[in-house]
């Protein structure tokens, strides 16, 4: 089992940047891969970032490449979500994912292949 646990959210003004974190707890942390996904109001769960940290292999929405960053570390379990020149459409719930390798179809991109979910935080960017 992992336990997952978001922070970094708050309100910033278009062009601005933000960091989210991922705290992880449980079972060993470089095993997982890990995952971003967002949801704004009356819209579904979509996917924004993704990385295998065993190898370091990252995968991102078309919507944030080139703006957003995804990266680990193992020492202080934490996965982490720079987010760069944002914009108004990125305001949402942003929810950190995880699965265990075995178990990982291999699709990044589905929130269905997530079985541990953070409670999430929430990002507003104001125009």
């Known amino acids: 089992q992992v336990q997952l646990v978001e922070s970094g959210g708050g309100l910033v003004q278009a062009g601005g940047s933000l960091r989210l974190s991922c705290a992880a707890s449980?079972?060993?942390?470089?095993?997982?891969?890990m995952a971003w996904f967002r949801q704004a109001p009356g819209k579904e769960r979509d996917f924004v970032a993704g990385?295998?940290?065993?190898?370091?292999?990252?995968y991102y929405a078309d919507s944030v490449k080139g703006r957003f960053t995804i990266s680990g570390d193992d020492a202080k379990n934490t996965v982490y979500l720079q987010m760069n020149n944002l914009k108004p459409e990125d305001t949402a719930v942003y929810y950190c994912?995880?699965?265990?390798?075995?178990?990982?179809?291999?699709?990044?991109?589905?929130?269905?292949?997530?079985?541990?979910w953070g409670q999430g935080t929430q990002v507003t960017v104001s125009s």
């Open positions: 994912a995880a699965d265990r390798p075995s178990y990982f179809s291999g699709n990044y991109y589905s929130r269905y292949e997530y079985p541990y």
């Open positions: 449980g079972r060993t942390f470089s095993r997982y891969v």
């Open positions: 990385i295998n940290l065993s190898g370091a292999s990252t």
